[in-house]
């Protein structure tokens, strides 16, 4: 075990890194480290914040020219820990570079006024982040977001709270194989992200219990947009179950899908937007897709769906009228997200939407 901090063995991060060998733990006293930068090379380790987050600055500096901390090693997993404001004389600068193999996997940690949150290098790894925040990443170009993974085999998230990208998006993924769970994806009134979520890729994308908002300053008309730079994965299905997709801007499409899609298929949605946007761009047809128990509405019977300090998604009585469900479209779903990183047990009779109850 190497720990790290003041009085301790290693002062900062990186003079761990610089010693660490396959299979250590490495504890990181909460507090702030400032213009410490780290390149993680061995794998299979362990690095953990101990009595609270380890916050990390980059302060102008950069590892390899890339982030805060590039990860080469191959089985990390990185838990309590937050990156602040990584910059790069390219503008692509990173929270976390990610470049192994293997698995990343992120825990409890956030992410924070990065050019990018996490931006990982195609191969053959998985990542997956649970219970983790990201938030005003990008440098505002469109090319840099809250997080982008490049295409590796698989991503997952689940518990975890996206939100006001500048410019770029709030999640983009071109993974083969990509599967958000119980998680938050949002603009808030301000945020001036693209897209909410982008599959350019396309891929096997599966969403269930996910509150997505599109606010008034969105760069983009389309909330959800899958396959918009070619269907280039081995497969290519898009099915969303009991999420909730809330546009209060104007206009637009909550999803766009192009026709090449294998399947499409929307079961318990509770979509609710303004200006009347259409369910689906893109080119594949809505008639095509696999539909039940999904509802359409307007974003005011969501009224608190736009805060980023306390974000509810819980609908008002007139919606909650309408979005009862007389059967189980999703047995496997027994746990929803009244707030972000917080989960619960579903009882009682199911809802359309990805709240079962008040929050």
Aim: proline letters at 5%; glycine letters at 12%.
């Amino acid at each position: 075990m190497l720990q790290v901090g003041p009085g301790k063995t290693y002062s900062v991060p990186s003079a761990a890194a610089a010693v660490a060998q396959s299979g250590d733990v490495i504890k990181i006293a909460a507090g702030d480290y400032r213009g410490d930068v780290a390149s993680w090379n061995a794998s299979n380790l362990t690095i953990c914040g101990v009595g609270g987050r380890a916050r990390l600055f980059a302060d102008g500096r950069n590892a390899q020219g890339k982030g805060l901390w590039v990860v080469s090693g191959s089985n990390i997993t990185i838990d309590s820990i937050e990156f602040h404001k990584a910059t790069v004389p390219d503008q692509n600068g990173a929270g976390i570079r990610a470049q192994n193999g293997g698995y990343l996997r992120i825990i409890n940690s956030g992410f924070y006024d990065n050019e990018n949150g996490i931006l990982t290098n195609p191969g053959s790894s998985t990542v997956s982040v649970e219970r983790s925040e990201f938030a005003r990443n990008g440098l505002g170009d469109g090319y840099t977001h809250n997080i982008y993974a490049g295409a590796i085999d698989k991503l997952t998230v689940t518990s975890s709270y996206f939100h006001e990208a500048k410019v770029g998006h709030n999640f983009k993924s071109r993974a083969k194989e990509t599967t958000l769970e119980n998680s938050y994806f949002m603009d808030g009134p301000s945020g001036t992200a693209s897209y909410v979520a982008d599959f350019p890729n396309g891929g096997k994308v599966y969403l269930r219990g996910n509150m997505f908002h599109k606010g008034p300053n969105a760069s983009n008309p389309i909330a959800i947009s899958y396959g918009a730079e070619g269907l280039t994965n081995p497969t290519n299905t898009f099915e969303m179950v009991h999420n909730t997709v809330v546009m209060t801007r104007s206009g637009g499409a909550f999803l766009s899908v192009p026709a090449g899609t294998s399947s499409v298929k929307l079961t318990a949605n509770l979509f609710a937007g303004t200006g009347s946007p259409t369910l689906m761009a893109g080119g594949y047809a809505v008639g095509n897709a696999s539909q039940s128990n999904n509802v359409t509405s307007v974003a005011s019977n969501i009224p608190g769906a736009s805060s980023i300090a306390t974000p509810n998604f819980w609908p008002n009585s007139t919606l909650q009228a309408l979005i009862g469900l007389s059967v189980v479209p999703d047995s496997g779903y027994t746990r929803d997200a009244p707030a972000p990183y917080t989960l619960r047990a579903i009882s009682g009779s199911r809802k359309v939407g990805a709240l079962q109850a008040a929050p």
